[in-house]
């Protein structure tokens, strides 16, 4: 099977250009990830500061999220209902489900990065698509 150009697989990143780290605990691929007070991590604002972006669950079950502080081509997932981003625009996290959402110019979370490409078909970890699209995003300097 080729390249499919029209899906992202998520978990992966298009350039080798990025910064990896890893945290405790799971938060599926292409969600921001933030670190609590007590050390775990979520994708609530409510929650705390933002790490990344999630590469997904550890596949050797060590119950670890890998994600992104740096990188160029990122995949991000888009919340429901959010299915064009900008080529160029600024990045807008929700504050809820740490996915990204459209620019307004106030509310949720606007992050250090801009859009590279338009919404794609999501392909998770395991294979399936996700109901919802994703896009790349460049993260360069982090978010």
Request: negative net charge; proline residues 1%; hydrophobic residues 35%.
């Amino acid at each position: 099977m080729g390249h499919d150009a029209s899906k992202i697989q998520m978990g992966t990143t298009q350039s080798n250009h990025r910064e990896v780290m890893n945290r405790k605990g799971s938060i599926a691929a292409g969600k921001v990830v933030r670190l609590k007070s007590d050390g775990t991590i979520s994708v609530a604002k409510a929650d705390g500061e933002i790490l990344g972006l999630s590469l997904g669950k550890d596949l050797s079950n060590t119950d670890r999220t890998a994600y992104v502080n740096d990188g160029l081509a990122v995949p991000v997932a888009l919340k429901s209902g959010f299915t064009n981003p900008t080529i160029g625009a600024q990045v807008a996290i929700d504050d809820v489900t740490g996915e990204a959402v459209a620019y307004t110019g106030s509310g949720n979370t606007y992050v250090n990065a801009k859009y590279v490409s338009g919404a794609k078909t999501a392909v998770a970890e395991d294979g399936t698509e996700t109901a919802n699209g994703a896009a790349y995003i460049d993260m360069q300097g982090g978010l």
